[in-house]
């Protein structure tokens, strides 16, 4: 049997309540259900200050250095994230753009994002669910290198999908969601 594909996921909103750190653990469940190794991470335990090379200079910060072991050790990424102003967070840019940098021991940091897996999801209260984030997400992430699904799925009224236990209520929402794990792990 071959072993399991190592994920490493997190939302790209910073928020407690986020509908896509919601959607994110619905994705997650789907991924673990599929027999995938899920590694769910909040960003808010990795914080960073925005991409400065004088603060690079000065010492990289201990958070890129462990954000760069986690994405060594696996295989693929699962991001879900809004879309602000019909683009990707500044959350996840500086995210990507750190671990890029230099490792440790000087190799390239974009080595570690080369030839990995990666899918994405969105959620928005609004009727288009993130959609046009996902775009510009998804050419960021193959700009470094990796395959992303060409299935994705964002969730519209997204303010409105999900029940106190955070499960979405509607059951064919969640079918398309594990339709787009299935394809990003089989795939
Ligand atoms: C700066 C900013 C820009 C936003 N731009 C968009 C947008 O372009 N499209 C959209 O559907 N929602 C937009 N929103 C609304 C977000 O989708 C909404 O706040 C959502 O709840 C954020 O995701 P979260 O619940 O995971 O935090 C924007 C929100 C902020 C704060």
Avoid: C
Wanted: proline fraction near 4%.
């Amino acid at each position: 049997m071959s072993s399991p594909l190592k994920v490493l996921a997190f939302a790209g909103s910073l928020r407690k309540a986020s509908f896509n750190r919601k959607l994110l653990a619905v994705a997650a469940q789907a991924a673990q259900e599929e027999g995938a190794e899920v590694r769910l991470i909040d960003l808010n335990s990795y914080a960073l200050p925005i991409y400065n090379g004088d603060i690079e200079d000065a010492g990289m910060p201990e958070n890129v250095r462990k954000l760069q072991d986690l994405m060594r050790e696996h295989d693929a990424l699962m991001i879900v994230s809004p879309e602000y102003n019909g683009s990707l967070t500044a959350a996840v840019k500086n995210t990507l753009d750190w671990i890029s940098r230099p490792q440790a021991d000087g190799s390239s940091g974009g080595a570690l994002f080369k030839g990995k897996r990666a899918v994405i999801l969105s959620a928005s209260p609004g009727a288009a669910g993130g959609l046009r984030g996902l775009i510009v997400l998804r050419d960021a992430l193959a700009k470094l290198g990796l395959w992303v699904a060409p299935s994705q799925f964002a969730l519209g009224q997204a303010n409105e999908a999900f029940s106190d236990n955070g499960q979405l209520k509607d059951s064919k929402t969640l079918e398309r969601v594990k339709g787009v794990i299935r394809e990003f792990l089989n795939g």
